[in-house]
């Protein structure tokens, strides 16, 4: 409790100690905040009367502990020195009362087994306690007889409340019912809607599927189109690139066949000259001059048979550089330039 030791009076706790799951801490807490003579009072229903009161109801949902009356006095008396315990019950009795009375009494033996009481009412604290009597309440609805034509007045306008009630529910209820049947019809009509429509999804699903599998098998054919194209391209690069080589080979052994023809044609003059000069110094001599005649003749053939591999490799030079590869390189500006000799 939020409040400081010793700060008050009286504590009251009726009927909440059996809601309590911590309830031992309404019993400690409550002595503390008392001062020396103050009193808690405290009150449970019994445990053996409710179970039994409410055998077809079942248990109460928010009791979390039920006491039976030796359980409530030793709990009690563990936490308080002075304990005063009455039984509490309810029951019927007969006022006899003048209309401006000097005094009363009553004559009330209280319960004879406190296991039988309907609930318990404590007074606890840590001075004695001197009360001890018993005591009783009776409102002013004790007057039974009164009470009940009163409460059969009420029940009477009560039961005209409730035909007219009824009456209007009735009539709530056939327009209630009329709504309803034309909520079916709609929910009927909405239902057939939603399966046409789950059949149409279910066939777009269906066209969906057979849609995105052929783009898959289109897709596999054009990427297996792609790697395939990717390989020629590859296996014709590789191709042009020896013919290259052998171009740049034959171009080679052109310009080795031309140094060498122009070294035979050097030495082809050479000879000559000095043929003519050996004719001239020694016309004389005609077996030499048929010798140097022979040599120079087979020089000549040799000649003739390099100068026709060069026809023959001038020819294959301008087929390479017309030849569709060439050209494709030639606009694709890739590969060697090559000049078309002249004829």
């Given at each position: ?13 009726f ?9 031992e801490?309404?019993?400690t ?5 008392l ?9 449970t229903?019994n445990?053996?009367?409710y ?11 928010f009791h ?26 309810h029951?019927?009795?007969?006022v006899?009362?003048?209309a ?6 009553l ?25 001890n ?6 409102p ?22 409730k035909?007219?009630?009824?009456r ?40 969906i ?11 596999d ?18 191709w042009?690139?020896?013919l ?17 023809l ?6 082809l ?32 053939s ?8 060069l026809e ?8 390479i ?16 330039v ?6």
């Amino acid at each position: 409790m939020p409040f400081a030791a010793e700060s008050f009076d009286l504590v009251t706790a009726f009927e909440v100690i059996e809601h309590l799951a911590r309830w031992e801490e309404l019993l400690t807490e409550s002595s503390r905040v008392l001062k020396p003579g103050g009193i808690l009072l405290v009150s449970t229903p019994n445990k053996a009367y409710y179970a039994e009161s409410r055998a077809k109801a079942g248990p109460n949902p928010f009791h979390c502990h039920e006491f039976e009356y030796e359980e409530f006095r030793s709990a009690l008396r563990e936490v308080f020195p002075q304990v005063r315990l009455w039984t509490q019950n309810h029951t019927e009795s007969i006022v006899f009362a003048p209309a401006d009375p000097d005094g009363g009494a009553l004559e009330a033996e209280g319960d004879g087994d406190p296991q039988e009481a309907h609930f318990f009412v404590a007074a606890c604290s840590r001075q004695p306690i001197e009360c001890n009597e018993v005591f009783a309440w009776l409102p002013r609805s004790g007057n039974l007889l009164r009470e009940r034509e009163h409460h059969i007045a009420k029940l009477e306008g009560e039961l005209a409340e409730k035909d007219e009630w009824l009456r209007k529910l009735i009539a709530d209820h056939s327009e209630l019912q009329r709504e309803h049947d034309v909520t079916i019809n709609e929910l009927k009509r909405s239902n057939e809607w939603a399966e046409s429509v789950n059949q149409e999804l279910k066939d777009r699903r269906e066209r969906i599927s057979i849609l995105q599998k052929e783009a898959q098998e289109r897709l596999d054919w054009i990427r297996s189109a792609e790697v395939k194209a990717a390989k020629e391209a590859e296996d014709r690069l590789a191709w042009v690139q020896a013919l290259e080589a052998r171009i740049a080979q034959g171009v080679e052994e052109i310009e080795r066949l031309n140094g060498h023809l122009r070294a035979l044609e050097a030495d082809l003059a050479a000879r000559d000259a000095w043929g003519r000069s050996l004719d001239a110094q020694f016309r004389a001599k005609a077996d030499e001059v048929v010798q140097l005649v022979d040599h120079l003749n087979g020089v000549r053939s040799n000649l003739d048979q390099a100068t026709a591999e060069l026809e023959i490799l001038q020819a294959q030079r301008r087929m390479i550089a017309n030849s569709k590869w060439i050209r494709l390189g030639r606009r694709l500006n890739v590969g060697p330039v090559l000049e078309t000799p002249a004829e």
